[in-house]
């Protein structure tokens, strides 16, 4: 199984991405050459879900190769993204005896992933962490890039550090046990990189996707086809024909994903506030505006995360093209794509303007000011402010389109 190294330059950091299929157990070689040579003890931050799965393969091969591993298994669930569960992650990190160059492994999603790499920065002013993500959102976005964080009661994501860590290693056979949603919200995040890096990677996706993207078949085709949260579930693996390419393809569609925005972190670790042109980090946020609207006046109950960016990726489309900024080709190849990723959740009796609202708080991230990434083509990615974007012209899209998704 091809596995692929990418290396980030980031401004004081660079580390590489190993992605492949069934390199789960290669975990313990892989740490010690990614972390300095005195480093003695790990502890897995995990969840029970994912700890339940894949901990005792990650724990068995670390000490092999001679670390002294721990667990911290935080509550599942995005509530637990909070400074209760880190204060409690550094207790245990303390408990350990960890020290200034021993590390933290991230176990998971991308709540694991930030939590655990938010724990690692304060611990002692700043420890190792390695990614190890479980889901398809973490493997192409979270674990990439250094942002880490938790949640507080005046908002999502605006507590952190940056902090990369020392490595990421992904292994797709992971997602054999990934919940339908939560695939489908990965599939989202990838749309939404397709649609700002441009025609080849959105083609690609297409292919991967196929006419109709189906779960069951992904399954089968990756670790042994069997659901080991379903044990008693028997899967007639030898019926699939295509297994190695379609893995392969999934192999290379997540690497060419994290490479992406491997490349634009690199050239905007730290997302300047400044920078306005198309490979600013900020681009990163297409589709997020109104997704993060959604979530909001759904109180974060509703939408996966990535189940938002799937609706704001068409709402960014349409709205790109009312301004003129680009042709109805992009709204369709967008709508195409979206289609294939699952089922999106049905938008009901959302309230227009309450979103429109909650688009105001979007501005704690971005200088005062609403800024919108918009598409001057597929791959041509715009910052407008919001001086620039008549707001008729979005009350007018964002009813048309909540009545076609009601
Ligand atoms: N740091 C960043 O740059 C960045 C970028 C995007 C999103 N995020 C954050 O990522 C979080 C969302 O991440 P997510 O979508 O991975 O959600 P998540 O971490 O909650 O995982 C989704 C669910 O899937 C389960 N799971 C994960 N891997 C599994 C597997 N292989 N098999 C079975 N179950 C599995 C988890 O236990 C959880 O119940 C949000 O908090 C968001 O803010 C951060
Ligand atoms: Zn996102």
Not at 65 to 86: C, N, P, Q, W, Y
Not at 332 to 350: A, T
């Amino acid at each position: 199984m091809p596995n692929v190294k990418i290396r980030i330059s980031g401004r004081d950091s660079a580390y590489k991405i190993k992605i492949g299929s069934g390199i789960l157990s290669d975990v313990g070689p892989w740490a010690a050459a990614a972390l300095k040579r005195d480093c003695g003890r790990i502890v897995i931050v995990s969840n029970p879900t994912v700890f339940q799965l894949y901990g005792e393969t990650v724990d068995r091969s670390l000490t092999a190769a001679g670390f002294t591993v721990s667990r911290f298994l935080m509550k599942d669930g995005e509530i637990h993204k909070s400074f209760k569960t880190a204060e409690a992650a550094l207790s245990a990190f303390s408990e350990a005896g960890m020290t200034r160059t021993d590390a933290v492994v991230a176990l998971g999603g991308g709540v694991v992933g930030d939590l655990a790499g938010f724990a690692a920065a304060m611990f002692l002013r700043g420890i190792a962490f390695l990614q190890v993500p479980t889901s398809l959102l973490a493997m192409i976005d979270s674990s990439v890039g250094g942002k880490t964080g938790v949640n507080t009661a005046f908002g999502k994501n605006l507590v952190g550090a940056f902090h990369q860590p020392a490595g990421v290693l992904i292994d797709v056979e992971t997602l054999a046990t990934l919940p339908r949603r939560e695939l489908t919200a990965g599939l989202c995040e990838m749309v939404k990189h397709a649609a700002i890096s441009g025609r080849p990677l959105l083609e690609r996706t297409n292919n991967f996707l196929g006419p109709e993207f189906d779960i069951s078949n992904l399954r089968y085709q990756i670790g042994d086809g069997v659901n080991p949260l379903k044990s008693k579930e028997k899967v007639k693996f030898s019926k699939i024909k295509d297994q190695s390419s379609k893995v392969k393809n999934l192999v290379d569609l997540i690497s060419e994903n994290v490479a992406f925005k491997a490349k634009i972190v690199a050239g905007d670790e730290r997302e300047s506030s400044k920078r306005m042109d198309g490979r600013s980090r900020k681009v990163l946020n297409f589709g997020h505006t109104l997704a993060h609207a959604l979530e909001k006046v759904t109180e974060y109950k509703y939408f996966k995360h990535g189940e938002a960016v799937g609706y704001g990726v068409l709402f960014a489309a349409e709205l790109s093209k009312s301004l003129a900024l680009c042709d109805e080709n992009v709204v369709k190849s967008l709508n195409d794509v979206v289609q294939r990723v699952g089922i999106l959740p049905v938008l009901g009796n959302i309230d227009g303007n309450e979103v429109l609202e909650a688009f105001k708080f979007d501005k704690k991230h971005i200088s005062g000011s609403l800024q919108m990434i918009l598409l001057k083509a597929i791959g041509k990615p715009v910052i407008l402010t919001e001086k620039d974007i008549p707001r008729a012209t979005v009350q007018k899209v964002l009813k048309k389109l909540l009545q076609k998704w009601a």
